[in-house]
């Protein structure tokens, strides 16, 4: 269904006046009404789960029809036990500290004023999203439990789902006297409703996007609102020297296979020298066991001489799929300086037992997250403690990694006198 443009920009005006209404009242409801709120959205999704699987079969079926990949279509899929996992996502939200009127910082002048950094919501959040309809619920929670409202732009492959979420949603929020309009739609998957949320200015506070490059590239280059980015999830498992065998073994397979579609899923493996002939072909054997192809370069070639050859933009590549680009390297310097080259600042990981290596590793790679020992997999908001989370920031500015609520909030400044002037 298209709709002109004037009543998108229209439906716009209206949902972010709502929005920014809501959004006053949400940032001075006590914090146990917001946990209520989002323990009767659980309950709500738990009570039309049934529902809800049944729309999402829908959007399965219509997306079965064209020619995705099986690991977008692994992100769209919703079952019983992932929609049980959103709403316990939810409760996991409710028991987090609250997030706002927290004193960050707190300090005296030599005149006596006392000065607080008091913690505070944005506002109005724009979220942008392709194909994961769990996203919908996991972002309305945060903004939620952050004080912030909150206008969801899914992709049209998700749109039954998207609303049937939605409808759960906004019953539970009813039934705890939360406005309903701090979560939002819009009426139809019309692209222009995108173009619309980038051009408002002044209406919504800060644009999320979640998806693939394409999507982010976009709103980075259109949006008129402040951005917060997730970027692609190029992310890289190092396997240095003295890495521990069976450890290594786990921690790739699983950061690698366990589910290719999400952006923690590691996309390189990079092996040291000193190891390679040694371990590598033990490494491939178990990937290629469980489904995984590969991409290599000449040195991993030379160990390993079936591995299909990677051309110049593989390593450059977020496969999303059962797909592995491999580079062997000479020490973490060099392993250091591949990430630098080809990475997307998102996560990457070293698995070795020298601390000396380890630490130089945490602390010289520049992403978001870093790893030692632990596959990349765990960077999600709900394996951090957030219960959920509405992306992984990559970029420098505001928050970065995973973003639950806390990082939705921004401050404000207490000034406290006793009757001072300014001379």
Not at 132 to 140: E, F, K, L, Q, S
Not at 256 to 269: F, N, P, Q, S, Y
Request: charged share 20%.
């Amino acid at each position: 269904m298209h709709i002109d443009q004037t009543a998108i920009s229209k439906w716009l005006r209206h949902a972010a006046a709502e929005a920014r209404a809501a959004s006053d009242v949400l940032a001075h409801m006590p914090v146990a009404q917001r946990n209520h709120g989002l323990h009767e959205a659980a309950a709500e999704l738990r009570a039309q789960s049934a529902h809800i699987v049944a729309m999402n079969e829908i959007d399965i079926e219509a997306y079965d029809a064209g020619t995705g990949s099986a690991a977008f279509r692994d992100r769209l899929l919703l079952t019983v036990e992932r929609v049980e996992a959103i709403a316990v996502g939810l409760e996991e939200i409710a028991a987090q500290p609250d997030p706002l009127d927290r004193t960050l910082a707190e300090w005296t002048r030599p005149n006596g004023l006392v000065i607080r950094r008091v913690a505070q919501p944005l506002g109005v959040i724009g979220m942008i999203y392709e194909s994961r309809p769990n996203v919908g619920a996991d972002a309305a929670g945060i903004c939620l439990k952050s004080g912030n409202a909150v206008i969801l732009r899914g992709g049209s492959d998700s749109l039954n789902s998207a609303r049937a979420i939605h409808s759960a949603f906004t019953t539970g929020l009813k039934r705890a006297g939360i406005p309903e309009a701090c979560m939002q739609i819009p009426p139809s998957p019309d692209r222009a409703f995108v173009a619309a949320m980038l051009a408002a200015s002044g209406e919504i506070d800060l644009i999320i996007p979640r998806g693939g490059r394409n999507l982010v590239e976009r709103v980075q280059n259109e949006a008129r609102v402040p951005v917060l980015a997730h970027a692609e999830g190029l992310c890289h498992t190092y396997v240095h020297a003295a890495a521990d065998t069976e450890m290594a073994r786990n921690i790739v397979a699983n950061a690698k296979m366990r589910r290719t579609g999400v952006c923690g899923a590691t996309e390189t493996l990079l092996i040291d020298k000193a190891i390679a002939a040694k371990l590598l072909p033990i490494l491939v054997a178990d990937l290629k066991a469980l489904g995984c192809d590969f991409r290599a370069d000449a040195a991993s070639r030379a160990i390993v001489p079936f591995l299909p050859i990677a051309n110049t933009d593989d390593f450059d590549t977020e496969w999303l799929d059962s797909v592995l680009s491999i580079a062997v390297v000479d020490g973490v310097d060099e392993a250091l300086a591949h990430i630098a080259q080809h990475g997307s600042s998102h996560t990457e990981a070293i698995i070795t037992e020298d601390a000396e290596a380890a630490m130089r590793f945490l602390n010289r790679v520049s992403s978001a997250v870093v790893m030692w020992n632990a596959s990349t997999q765990f960077c999600d908001g709900g394996e951090f403690g957030f219960g959920a989370e509405i992306g992984i920031a990559t970029g420098r500015v505001h928050a970065r990694g995973p973003v639950g609520a806390e990082q939705l909030t921004t401050y404000r400044y207490q000034v406290i006198g006793t009757g001072q002037v300014r001379p």
